[in-house]
């Protein structure tokens, strides 16, 4: 351990610490505007610049380590100097645009200009002109607003996909895909990580928004919306509520009130999904197919293995994710046992995660969901229809896709589709198999693995996120390192609770508060307190295989919630 003063306090913190990791020990806040916990630590900004013993001139506190008996110094006038002065250099070539800005009242730029009393006029920039790059489904890219603090770049390259990066020298530097490619044309596989990251309004989602509201008030439509596990988790968030506050009721209520529409419970296809899944395992346990079996309820994740993986994609299970099961479902099932044209129904999946966008636009997909809206669109729509959020009544589910199981609710958080998929396969493998709960797959350690026995076989499972570690596990199976029977991958590390849609929260929060296990403990609270439990045990699932679809992996199954992947190598 270290022992050293900051702002005269003493702070003692492991040897290595760096000088903001110290501060923060000591409740002391240090600016900063490129470093993000977990993601990014470069040193490039500048704004957290220190005074300390030993040291020549102002130090970086974001990658100066600390030492023994050091005296820092983080609020000196040299340091408010520094600060506004870097400030002020960054606002002379930013796009001022605060009124419009989807991140005004939430941009880390702004707030800390108002902090230091940065002047945004003080220097006349040379203001380099770009133009808005809005060719991906899922990303918008205003490189006019881009501060260059590089957070997206190290989001992507911890996603082992790398689609952007700094292009050009000195004060021509900007963000960019390589050769000129516009994201669209990039190895880009939507999973939002860099609009998380980014601290200003340059990298934003692709608003649905006016689709939605115009469907909502078309008199020919009747519109639906489901809702994914995970965003009731977070849509709280959006509106004050603390991280980890499941909202569902609320949720539910705002939908309505947003025009007139039915609101079902994604989590019954994450039940559907898991009958399906645990089925197609055991089918390829049993007569020997393609082993280990991967997940592919997550978009991003399947992009991955068609851009850089195609030899894998017979790993992939056939199952549609959970938004596909539905709009699948609801253009089939339900428009024909309500006696309704397909071409009529508008249907919304409200999810937590970009890369559903270009999911739901892919031909496989047969444009069954209209529009995917993330938790931040729907968290805008409820803010400009003037709802006030947290006055909301709790109101359920519409039927006939309101009740769950607990194992649809965990989907949202990594792990979440391996142990709902394990309590069904464990069930039919043994009857007698009471264990519903898998700890060794929870938690957002990188990668889980575990052994289980039951009736009489042995299933090695293997759970990550974040495609950095996906990758991991794909190379030390390629190698023969690792031989699992089942894969649950999610491309946003820590699962959906961390999708690139959900609410983007301040620095201050971010960097502070573990927010992938707080939201994920909503759902396991909510798991815990369902009385069903296993995905099989839900009677929407009885009356959907009763009466529709007949068995798991039936010929109408396959039809309906199935699909196929292809190779789509990018470099
Ligand atoms: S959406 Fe994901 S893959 Fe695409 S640029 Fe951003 S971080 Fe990279
Ligand atoms: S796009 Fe955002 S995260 Fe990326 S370098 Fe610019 S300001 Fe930073
Ligand atoms: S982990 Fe979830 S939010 Fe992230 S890309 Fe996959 S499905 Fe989307």
Redesign the pocket.
């Known amino acids: 351990m270290v022992n050293l003063k900051i702002n005269n306090i003493p702070v003692t913190c492991p040897e290595g610490s760096t000088i903001l990791e110290a501060a923060r020990l000591a409740h002391i806040e240090i600016p900063t505007l490129c470093f993000l916990k977990n993601v990014a630590c470069v040193g490039s900004c500048r704004m957290c610049l220190v005074e300390a013993t030993g040291a020549r001139g102002l130090v970086a506190a974001c990658v100066y380590p600390v030492a023994e008996g050091m005296e820092v110094h983080t609020n000196t006038p040299k340091c408010r100097k520094s600060r506004k002065v870097t400030l002020e250099l960054l606002l002379s070539k930013h796009k001022k645009k605060c009124l419009s800005c989807e991140r005004a009242g939430n941009c880390e730029l702004q707030r800390l200009s108002v902090e230091y009393n940065a002047d945004e006029d003080r220097f006349e920039g040379a203001n380099p002109s770009f133009p808005i790059d809005d060719c991906n489904p899922s990303v918008v890219r205003d490189n006019e607003k881009c501060i260059n603090c590089m957070r997206c770049v190290a989001a992507c390259k911890k996603q082992h996909v790398g689609a952007i990066g700094p292009i050009g020298r000195g004060f021509n530097v900007h963000i960019g895909s390589a050769g000129g490619m516009t994201l669209a044309e990039s190895s880009c596989?939507?999973?939002?990580?860099c609009i998380v990251a980014c601290p200003v309004g340059a990298l934003t989602i692709k608003s649905d928004e006016a689709k939605v509201q115009a469907a909502l008030e078309d008199p020919a439509k009747k519109v639906v919306f489901f809702t994914a596990p995970?965003v009731r988790a977070t849509l709280g968030e959006a509106f004050g509520l603390p991280v980890g506050t499941n909202v569902e009721g609320k949720m539910v209520a705002a939908i309505r009130r947003l025009g007139d529409c039915e609101v079902f419970n994604m989590d019954v296809t994450a039940d559907l999904t898991i009958m399906e899944e645990a089925n197609e395992l055991l089918d390829r346990i049993q007569k020997g197919g393609t082993l280990p079996m991967f997940t592919s309820?997550?978009?991003?994740?399947v992009r991955f293995i068609e851009q850089h993986h195609p030899d894998m994609i017979p790993h992939l299970s056939t199952c549609k994710?959970p938004q596909e099961m539905f709009g699948g479902l609801l253009k089939s099932y339900y428009c024909e046992t309500h006696g309704i044209d397909p071409e009529d129904l508008f249907v919304v999946s409200v999810?937590?995660?970009?890369?559903?966008k270009y999911e739901c636009a892919r031909p496989e997909m047969g444009g069954e969901v209209n529009v995917a809206l993330t938790t931040r669109e729907l968290a805008h729509m409820i803010k400009t229809a003037a709802i006030k959020f947290c006055d909301l009544p709790d109101e359920a589910f519409d039927d006939p896709f309101a009740t769950c199981s607990g194992g649809g609710t965990i989907f949202?958080a990594?792990g979440g589709v391996m142990e709902a998929a394990l309590r069904v396969a464990a069930k039919k493998l043994d009857g007698k198999f009471e264990v519903v709960d898998f700890p060794e797959v929870r938690g957002t350690s990188p990668i889980k693995e575990a052994t289980y026995s039951v009736g009489g076989k042995r299933v090695r499972v293997a759970v990550a996120?974040g495609l950095e570690n996906a990758e991991t596990v794909i190379q030390a199976i390629k190698s023969g390192e690792k031989q699992y029977d089942f894969v649950e991958i999610?491309?946003?590390p820590g699962?959906?609770v961390?999708?690139?849609?959900?609410p983007s929260l301040p620095d201050s929060i971010r960097n502070s508060v573990e927010l992938r296990d707080e939201r994920a403990k909503a759902l396991y609270t909510s798991d815990k307190k369902n009385t069903l439990r296993r995905s099989d045990e839900s009677p929407v699932m009885e009356v959907l295989y009763r009466d529709y679809f007949g068995s798991p992996n039936s010929h109408k199954a396959h039809e309906v919630l199935h699909t196929s992947y292809k190779p789509n190598p990018r470099v």
Do not use: E, L
């Not at 309820?297 to 994740?301: A, E, N």
């Not at 999810?351 to 559903?356: D, E, L």
């Open positions: 596989v939507g999973c939002g990580q995970s309820c997550c978009p991003g994740w994710s999810i937590p995660c970009t890369a559903k949202g990594t996120s999610m491309a946003c699962g959906c961390n999708g690139g849609g959900q």
